[in-house]
């Protein structure tokens, strides 16, 4: 097939492009790099079925030549960068829905959305299946993504309703694994960078908040699945293991072998108190269940950060009043 990915720079992006292409799929990578790092992609541009195209996706999208699939991934994903990205992120979710759902449509694509846990919101149910439709404050700082993916979703069905679109709406629960960034401001990534520098891990709240992490092939095997299947309708793809941040904590912290403390700091507002996917639907349609423990997972994670050099873990940079431009981190 022919396959456009769009996110294709970012951490799930890149790697959902490698498996395109081991699968024997022709991929157009589009990307304009406001979260995501030309260097996730280095390796595929010496394949001969990958190309990449720089362009924002708000924007009118043009590709020349049929496509057979359109997956849509590109949005911030992290707290830190949709709080600090706020308008791009409800014009990724929005705008660039509606641009992609029209070039699929065009082209008469299959369509793919990468939605998210997030639409659960602060869900007051646990463990959440597909059809809870969630506790989302919309007009709180988290809102400007979980609305985004709630109206994406919302016209991603439109146009499955009215025109006939082949679609499929993947709901990623926390992933984690390498080409994540360092300072992407995920738990994951910052437990990690933090043990390996010596630095204390940083625990929001008391951290008795939960969480169920999910290895980024195990996701990827989800999402192709999920793609290659006949189910139209929300999936969730995640590890239904579930625990608290501060397990996480002391995890890393043994994993990395590092002398970190461990400090607590405020919890940000409206972090979800708890999170876990019911993944019976993902079991009966797809055969699909993750794999790969959080020990082997973590393991493999901590390796790329610490090949990754210390010297490119470069400190955030202040500009002005907002913590922006992050060197080595893109
Ligand atoms: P990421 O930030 O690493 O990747 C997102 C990519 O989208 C980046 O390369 C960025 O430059 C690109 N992008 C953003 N706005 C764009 C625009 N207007 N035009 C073109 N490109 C644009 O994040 P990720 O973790 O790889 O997430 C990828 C997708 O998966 C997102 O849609 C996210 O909402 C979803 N998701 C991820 C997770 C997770 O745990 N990683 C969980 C739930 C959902
Ligand atoms: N968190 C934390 N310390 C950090 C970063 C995050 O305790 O340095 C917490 C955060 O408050 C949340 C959980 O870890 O409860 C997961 O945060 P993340 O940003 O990875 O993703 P979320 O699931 O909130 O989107």
């Known amino acids: 097939m022919r396959i456009l990915v769009t996110g294709a720079a970012g951490f799930l992006g890149s790697h959902l492009c490698r498996r395109l292409l081991a699968e024997g799929h022709e991929v157009i990578g589009m990307d304009n790099f406001v979260t995501g790092r030309p260097a996730n992609l280095a390796a595929l541009f010496e394949n001969r079925d990958f190309h990449f195209v720089q ?37 990724v979710g929005s705008l660039g829905t509606h641009k992609t759902l029209g070039l699929a449509k065009a082209k008469s694509a299959k369509y793919f959305l990468a939605s998210t846990s997030e639409v659960y919101g602060d869900p007051l149910v646990n463990p959440q299946p597909e059809s809870y439709w969630g506790n989302v404050n919309p007009v709180g700082p988290r809102g400007v993504y979980d609305e985004a993916k709630r109206f994406a979703e919302a016209l ?129 349609v797809l055969g699909w269940e993750p794999r790969t423990s959080l020990a082997d997972g973590l393991a493999s994670t901590i390796e790329y950060f610490r090949q990754r050099a210390e010297s490119e873990f470069a400190r955030p940079v202040v500009t002005g009043s907002r913590v922006s431009a992050r060197p080595g981190d893109r």
């Open 156 to 284: 991603t069905m439109a146009y499955h309703r009215i025109h006939g679109l082949d679609v499929r709406i993947v709901r990623i629960f926390n992933t984690y694994g390498p080409a994540m960034r360092p300072y992407d401001g995920r738990v994951v990534s910052n437990f990690i960078r933090q043990a390996l520098a010596g630095e204390s891990l940083t625990v929001y709240g008391d951290g008795s908040q939960t969480r169920s992490f999910c290895y980024v092939d195990d996701e990827i095997d989800g999402i192709y699945r999920l793609l290659m299947s006949d189910f139209v309708g929300p999936m969730n793809i995640g590890n239904p293991d579930e625990m608290t941040v501060m397990e996480l904590a002391r995890l890393v912290v043994e994993l990395t072998g590092t002398s970190s403390g461990i400090q607590t700091r405020p919890l940000p507002q409206d972090d979800p108190r708890v999170r876990r996917p019911l993944i019976d639907r993902a079991r009966e």
């Open 55 to 91: 362009h924002d996706v708000t924007n009118f999208v043009y590709v020349e030549g049929p496509l057979d699939v359109v997956m849509h991934f590109a949005s911030p994903a992290s707290p830190i960068d949709y709080l600090e990205l706020p308008i791009q992120t409800l014009k």
